[in-house]
């Protein structure tokens, strides 16, 4: 099946400061990806699709200046979260589009400080 | 009333019992379906699609009731190794895009 890695796989970060999160396709070309979050014990929740070479489409409720999407190549997306507060600590998720799956990377398990 | 709603569990069962596990779902447009299992901080991982027809991968069997708008999953002679959570998702279309992921509902296979 298709691999997708994130890095990193756990970050602490001090509130105010912004912290960047890869996802990328390792065996194929991901021309769109998408970026979850999953609180403890809940389901994933969408944020954004990233879209190789535009702007992301973020879901309603999503803030798309604390969360910056870089989609800038097939290989690689980006999610950048600023000015992080506690309440941004959680487990980020990317997954890519396989045709008509979605197949996830590991995980990225953020703490704000 | 939530789009993709699943049986609320946690299930517990012995090694080698039968359990299936109920989702439905909101939007009649709703073209793909799913079942994916999550293992504890991990990330969610392809279980099966699932199609009009039903379709069985091993000891997995899962079917799809558009009419009613509901999904199973049949788990035969459950092992320790499927303890997990498993999670029901509907998609809007054929591409693999707009994902709606129920609850999940947990499983412990016990010895």
């Known amino acids: 099946g298709a691999v997708v890695s994130q890095h990193p796989s756990r970050v602490i970060c001090k509130s105010g400061t912004s912290v960047k999160i890869e996802c990328r396709s390792l065996d194929f070309q991901a021309t769109t990806m998408f970026w979850y979050r999953q609180f403890p014990k809940k389901s994933l929740m969408l944020m954004a699709t990233s879209n190789e070479g535009s702007k992301a489409t973020y879901e309603q409720g999503v803030e798309k200046d604390k969360f910056l999407i870089n989609h800038a190549s097939l290989t690689l997306s980006t999610l950048t979260v600023t000015s992080a507060h506690p309440e941004d600590s959680s487990f980020y998720i990317c997954?890519?589009?396989?045709?008509?799956?979605?197949?996830f990377g590991p995980g990225t398990r953020l703490t704000v400080t | 009333r939530k789009e993709v709603e699943q049986d609320p569990g946690p299930f517990n069962v012995p090694e080698g019992a039968t359990v299936a596990f109920n989702c439905t779902y909101s939007?009649?447009?709703?073209?793909?379906f799913f079942w994916y299992r999550q293992d504890c901080r991990k990330e969610p991982k392809l279980l099966m699609s699932v199609y009009s027809s039903g379709n069985e991968d091993g000891r997995f069997t899962a079917q799809l009731n558009r009419a009613s708008q509901y999904i199973s999953l049949l788990i035969r002679d459950s092992k320790l190794s499927d303890s997990a959570t498993y999670l029901c998702?509907?998609?809007?279309?054929?591409?693999?895009?707009?994902?709606?992921f129920g609850p999940g509902t947990r499983l412990s296979v016990l010895p």
């Open positions: 998702v509907v998609a809007l279309d054929n591409y693999g895009q707009n994902f709606v």
């Open positions: 997954s890519a589009r396989v045709d008509y799956e979605q197949y």
């Open positions: 939007n009649s447009a709703s073209q793909s």
